[in-house]
């Protein structure tokens, strides 16, 4: 983009906007190294995480099948028990699907890459600010 820089009609001004900007920056730039490293950490438990909802899902599916078919008994109290725990985990697990599973990484990534165009863009601004400010 070409900025209209000049507008500017002082060294002190070029100065207070590079300062300004350059904070900027560096607020992007801390944002995007803590989601890439973020990503990087949880892109590796992403699929045990999927794995632990797979396991949960199959041990509840194994429980409702045979729970109805159990004489009552202390052994049919417990395998309710771990239905209802099951059960519980699972929703919780899929509260946290959508900062922990595929969705979310994905979503963090266009985060990332986002953060990177900005801070590309702040660096064309810099530098046309830079541009003007030694034409001054």
Not at 1 to 23: F, I, K, P
Not at 50 to 67: P, R, V
Not at 93 to 106: H, S
Request: hydrophobic share 35%; proline share 2%.
């Amino acid at each position: 983009m070409e900025y209209t820089t000049n507008t500017l009609q002082s060294v002190a001004e070029c100065d207070e906007l590079l300062a300004l900007v350059s904070r900027e920056k560096r607020g992007m730039e801390i944002r995007r190294n803590s989601l890439s490293f973020r990503n990087e950490t949880l892109e590796e438990s992403s699929e045990d995480f999927l794995a632990d909802i797979a396991q949960a899902n199959s041990e509840l599916e194994y429980l409702n099948d045979t729970i109805p078919n159990m004489p009552e008994g202390n052994k049919k109290e417990e395998m309710i028990t771990d239905q209802l725990l099951l059960t519980a985990k699972l929703r919780k697990y899929n509260a946290r699907r959508e900062n922990f599973g595929p969705i979310g990484l994905l979503q963090r990534q266009l985060d990332v890459e986002m953060l990177n165009n900005n801070v590309a863009e702040i660096d064309e601004f810099i530098a046309a600010i830079n541009t003007r400010k030694n034409t001054l």
